[in-house]
C-alpha cells in the first residue's frame, strides 16, 4: 500500500525518528561496550576484541538493537 502524506507531515514525524535513532545507538553501543568489557575480562584484551569482532558481529549487534526498541502506540 502507499500512503500519501500532507506537505508538512515529515516535521511532525521527525523528532519521532530521530528518538527511535537515538534509542538504537544507545542500545547498540550498549552491547559493544558490553562485549569489549567481556572479552577484556576473559584476558583477550581491547586489540584482540577489535580484531576479533567483524561487520557481520557489527550488523548483527545492530539489528539486536533495532528489535530491542520498544514500540509506543
Do not use: E
Not at 5 to 21: E, H, R, T, V
Not at 47 to 56: A, T, V
Amino acid at each position: 500500500l502507499c500512503h500519501v502524506l500532507s506537505p508538512n507531515m515529515a516535521l511532525l514525524i521527525q523528532p519521532c525518528d530521530q528518538g527511535i535513532l537515538k534509542s538504537t545507538k544507545s542500545k547498540y553501543k550498549n552491547s559493544f561496550l558490553n562485549s569489549m568489557l567481556t572479552a577484556v575480562n576473559r584476558s583477550v584484551g581491547v586489540k584482540g576484541f577489535q580484531k576479533k569482532f567483524s561487520m557481520k558481529d557489527a550488523i548483527y549487534a545492530v539489528a539486536n538493537a533495532w528489535n530491542t526498541v520498544k514500540t509506543v502506540v
